[in-house]
Each structure stands twice: as structure tokens, then as C-alpha cells.
């Protein structure tokens, strides 16, 4: 686990150490939160194996992906309250937190326990294992993009044992997804291209304009 090295990840807030081979994330504080220092392109998966602590309400332990900031990101979850736990996919979109009911799955979780979710996000279809059975079958409504990743905590502590994030074979969803980014990036770049083009004529025509008057002066002087 390599969360603590600074050309890995950044702390955004929370306080991550390291502590009997594990990370602790143990301040109770809105969205502890660690972000990857680079992006995570395509599509992947996730396996994540922690310990949520007793410390806290909430006790909302997971990741985010296509993560832009703290306002904009994909999360998938657990929350090991006392009343009801569930294990959810969510989105931040905006700064605004929406939680589809379809990504809402309640499920006996407990304190000091481990726990292992197991994420598959292949284009807009996201599939969460919990502790080896599948648990939901998701289509993310809101659209993939190119993001880091983040752990984070959320009004509560959390012992992180062991973090893999494999990268999968591109689904055509996301092929597609890369295409248009391509084209459009085409297309911006030609229009740069077509507007340096206009550019150079004008600074060309204002010039030879300036040469032409230039020179029409001068013969009056001779």
C-alpha cells in the first residue's frame, strides 16, 4: 500500500498515517480524502480491503473515480452506521452530491470487520462486489471521463489494508468516448489552425500595404 508517498497521492484533508502495516485515516471530519497524483484513463478495476473503525456516525468508507475535484467525481461506497448500512454508487456533480436510488443497496455491515468491495467500471456499467457476492448492477448516469482516483472517509475513522486498481481492455462504449474526444480535439485544432492561417494573411496583407505605401513615399522624394 503506497498511500503515503507524496509522488502517489495528495492529501486533501483527513489525517493519513501509517500505522501496524495499515493505512488509518482517523479524523471524523466531513470526506477525509487522498487523491492519486495521476489520471486513471479507460476502464478498470478496483479491489479494496479496510476496516471501518468505531469512531464516527456515518462511517462511509470508499473511492471516487473520474474525480476532477471534491465537486466532481463518480463514488462508490459503504456506510457501516448504527440504524442501516448499505453499500452505494453516488455521483458529485457541480459540487451538488446525487444519489440515485438504483445505486442504493442495504446490507448488514459491522464495526471492526473487515470489509472487501470489488468494482468493475466498464464504460457507463459499474459492478459492485461486496465481501465476494455481488451486490449491484449499475449504469452510471452521468458520463465517464478521464479523472484520478481518491480514497476518502466520511464522518468517520477507517483502517485500509490492501488497494489494487487494475486497468481492463477498453469496452466499445469507451473506444467510442475516446474517438469523439479525439474528433472534437480534431476539430479544435483545425480551427486554431484555419484562424493562425487568417492571421498570417492579415499580418502579410497589413505588411505588403505598409512596403507598398513605404515605397510610394519614398519615389516622391526622389
Same mark, same amino acid.
Given at each position: 500500500?503506497? &498511500?503515503?508517498?507524496?509522488?502517489? #497521492?495528495?492529501?486533501?484533508?483527513?489525517? #493519513?498515517?501509517?500505522?501496524?502495516? &495499515?493505512?488509518?485515516?482517523?479524523?471524523?471530519?466531513?470526506?477525509?480524502?487522498?487523491?492519486?497524483?495521476?489520471?486513471?484513463?479507460?476502464?478498470?478495476?478496483?479491489?479494496?480491503?479496510?476496516?471501518?473503525?468505531?469512531?464516527?456516525?456515518?462511517?462511509?468508507?470508499? *473511492?471516487? *473515480?473520474?474525480?476532477?475535484?471534491?465537486?466532481?467525481?463518480?463514488?462508490?461506497?459503504?456506510?457501516?452506521?448504527?440504524?442501516?448500512?448499505?453499500?452505494? =454508487?453516488?455521483?458529485?456533480?457541480?459540487?451538488?452530491?446525487?444519489?440515485?436510488?438504483?445505486?442504493?443497496?442495504?446490507?448488514?455491515?459491522?464495526?471492526?470487520?473487515?470489509?472487501?468491495?470489488?468494482?468493475?467500471?466498464?464504460?457507463?456499467?459499474?459492478?459492485?462486489?461486496?465481501?465476494?457476492?455481488?451486490?449491484?448492477?449499475?449504469?452510471?448516469?452521468?458520463?465517464?471521463? $478521464?479523472?484520478? *482516483? &481518491?480514497? #476518502?472517509?466520511?464522518?468517520?475513522? &477507517?483502517?485500509?489494508?490492501?488497494?489494487?486498481?487494475?486497468?481492463? =481492455? $477498453?469496452?466499445?462504449?469507451?473506444?467510442?468516448?475516446?474517438?469523439?474526444?479525439?474528433?472534437?480535439?480534431?476539430?479544435?485544432?483545425?480551427?486554431? *489552425?484555419?484562424?493562425?492561417? =487568417?492571421?498570417? =494573411?492579415?499580418?502579410?496583407?497589413?505588411?505588403?500595404? $505598409?512596403?507598398?505605401?513605404?515605397?510610394?513615399?519614398?519615389?516622391?522624394?526622389?
Amino acid at each position: 500500500f503506497s &498511500a503515503a508517498r507524496p509522488d502517489v #497521492w495528495q492529501v486533501v484533508s483527513g489525517k #493519513w498515517d501509517y500505522q501496524d502495516g &495499515a493505512l488509518l485515516q482517523s479524523s471524523v471530519t466531513s470526506f477525509a480524502t487522498l487523491v492519486s497524483q495521476s489520471l486513471i484513463t479507460g476502464d478498470f478495476r478496483v479491489s479494496l480491503r479496510y476496516r471501518p473503525l468505531s469512531r464516527g456516525a456515518y462511517r462511509s468508507i470508499g *473511492f471516487s *473515480f473520474d474525480y476532477l475535484d471534491q465537486g466532481n467525481s463518480q463514488d462508490v461506497y459503504t456506510s457501516t452506521n448504527d440504524t442501516r448500512q448499505s453499500v452505494q =454508487a453516488f455521483h458529485r456533480v457541480g459540487g451538488q452530491q446525487v444519489y440515485p436510488p438504483p445505486g442504493i443497496v442495504y446490507t448488514p455491515l459491522v464495526v471492526n470487520e473487515e470489509a472487501t468491495l470489488e468494482v468493475t467500471v466498464a464504460g457507463s456499467q459499474l459492478t459492485i462486489d461486496l465481501n465476494g457476492q455481488r451486490k449491484l448492477d449499475y449504469n452510471m448516469p452521468e458520463k465517464r471521463r $478521464d479523472g484520478k *482516483f &481518491a480514497l #476518502w472517509v466520511h464522518e468517520g475513522t &477507517a483502517q485500509f489494508l490492501e488497494l489494487s486498481i487494475t486497468g481492463k =481492455a $477498453d469496452s466499445m462504449e469507451t473506444l467510442q468516448r475516446r474517438k469523439q474526444g479525439a474528433d472534437q480535439a480534431l476539430k479544435v485544432a483545425q480551427l486554431q *489552425f484555419t484562424l493562425a492561417e =487568417a492571421e498570417v =494573411a492579415s499580418v502579410t496583407a497589413r505588411l505588403a500595404a $505598409d512596403v507598398e505605401k513605404y515605397l510610394q513615399v519614398g519615389s516622391l522624394r526622389i
